[in-house]
């Protein structure tokens, strides 16, 4: 009887990656009415936020912004145009992966985790991994 190849073996990242032109994200100068307004528009509950340069550094949930709008701007909005959403208090933010990552470790954040940002060596945003592409990957394999 012939040994089936892993699952492990037939994944390629790659193959479920949405790739950063196809990925919503704000840059650090954003402002926090910015982040609702495209939040809104894109109907994003979660979006990472990158550096000037495209480096993957946190995301930002609607539950961060609308905490900040209640805890820090009295619900004021105009206050929210002022406010970048770097500075403002992240509650869980996701945690990212390489683009080298095993599918052991996808599968461990993606339990928690709407999405994964995956970043290069350089830390450098390449896109994200869905949990949507990673039941599909795993009902195709198993």
């Known amino acids: 009887m012939k040994n089936k190849p892993s699952i492990e073996n037939?994944?390629?990242?790659?193959s479920c990656l949405t790739t950063k032109k196809?990925?919503?994200y704000?840059?650090?100068d954003s402002t926090v009415r910015q982040a609702l307004e495209k939040m809104d528009f894109h109907r994003y509950?979660?979006?990472p936020l990158l550096s000037k340069k495209g480096e993957y550094l946190t995301t930002i949930s609607e539950g961060d912004l609308l905490r900040f709008l209640k805890n820090n701007a009295g619900f004021d909005i105009k206050k929210a145009e002022d406010t970048y959403v770097v500075?403002?208090?992240k509650y869980r933010p996701y945690r990212s992966i390489k683009?080298?990552?095993?599918?052991e470790e996808i599968i461990e954040l993606i339990i928690n985790q709407n999405f994964i940002p995956v970043v290069d060596d350089?830390?450098?945003f390449i896109g994200i991994i869905k949990r949507s592409s990673i039941i599909k990957f795993l009902s195709t394999n198993i």
């Not at 037939?10 to 790659?14: A, K, V």
């Open 10 to 14: 037939n994944f390629n990242i790659f």
């Open 122 to 124: 350089r830390n450098i």
């Open 87 to 89: 500075d403002i208090e």
């Open 99 to 103: 683009n080298d990552a095993s599918l």
């Open 26 to 28: 704000l840059s650090i």
């Open 22 to 24: 196809n990925t919503f």
């Open 45 to 47: 509950s979660v979006i």
